[in-house]
């Protein structure tokens, strides 16, 4: 079988080493339009029974994520300076960015095709890639593909009105997952922060849009808006400013969560070759979800 992949995030990758691992006959190729190393955000987080699917789906690359990832069974919920802590919750947190070259490496050794700083149009489906048998559309959240043909998936895209920014800070918050929730002159804003290596934090900053008005976070630069977020969380901080990485942004770095929703994820071809008599030929583009872990479905020995 010929698969193509478009987008190289963890979606696609794992997808194209599952794939392999099934027959390595299969032909695997994953197309990114960025560079390797090129990434967006910081860290990433699951929970225990994640890990537990990566080992039995392919140890080798699980214990590769397992031996680098940040534990805790604990979350901590301050609000206004007072802390509620509760345990036995079981989540890991790992670096974006070394989560991606660890699964390069993995599919790589497998003989997955790996393609960067590779921009694919609509019609490559049509050209380019019509001798593949199976598309699958891992290009993420905004899917070109998706996006195309959303009668076709039966999609239906709610944008929520809350906004956040993804930040960074050396503050470890070692001891648990974060929550902070602080009442400024105009309205909550609040935090999720979680550690994924040794000196990183991820800093997630949520409010209402009528906060997010009122403070002008609109109006900021990226930086700006991370040192306004730092003067709200300083108590928190440690001495320790909150970083962006931002910059492929254009405006605000705030946005907001689109809730995305699929109730079909396929779209099938069917032509027939030019022998005799007529055998059929099937072709098919698929949408990947964001994180294809795991799915109800059985792998096929293909």
């Not at 994640?50 to 789906?57: A, I, K, S």
Request: proline letters at 5%; glycine letters at 8%.
């Amino acid at each position: 079988m010929k698969m193509v992949c478009l987008g190289g995030g963890p979606a696609g990758l794992y997808l194209g080493i599952s794939m392999k691992l099934r027959n390595p006959e299969n032909e695997v190729a994953v197309y990114e339009r960025n560079r390797p190393d090129d990434t967006f955000g910081w860290g990433v987080v699951f929970s225990d029974q994640t890990v537990d699917n990566l080992m039995e789906n392919d140890p080798r690359s699980g214990k590769a994520i397992a031996d680098e990832f940040i534990h805790w069974d604990l979350i901590d919920c301050y609000v206004e300076g007072k802390v509620e802590r509760s345990g036995g919750h079981g989540f890991i947190g790992l670096g974006r960015k070394r989560m991606l070259q660890l699964l390069h490496q993995r599919a790589e050794e497998l003989g997955v095709e790996l393609h960067f700083e590779t921009e694919v149009d609509l019609d490559d489906i049509d050209g380019r890639f019509a001798d593949a048998d199976i598309i699958v559309a891992s290009d993420g959240l905004n899917s070109k593909v998706r996006n195309s043909d959303l009668d076709n998936f039966e999609c239906t895209i709610d944008v929520r009105p809350n906004k956040f920014v993804w930040l960074g800070t050396h503050q470890t918050f070692s001891d648990a997952f974060t929550f902070i929730f602080e009442k400024t002159e105009h309205g909550w804003i609040w935090v999720h922060a979680y550690q994924f290596d040794d000196k990183t934090s991820t800093f997630i900053v949520e409010t209402t849009p009528e906060v997010y008005d009122a403070m002008g976070f609109e109006h900021m630069t990226h930086e700006e808006s991370a040192e306004t977020c730092r003067k709200i969380f300083e108590d928190y901080l440690d001495g320790h400013d909150l970083m962006t990485n931002s910059a492929h942004i254009r405006g605000s770095a705030w946005i907001s969560f689109p809730y995305v929703k699929c109730d079909n994820w396929i779209k099938m071809t069917v032509s027939c070759s030019s022998a005799t008599p007529p055998i059929p030929h099937t072709s098919r583009s698929a949408l990947a979800p964001s994180s294809v872990w795991r799915t109800p479905y059985p792998w096929p020995s293909i």
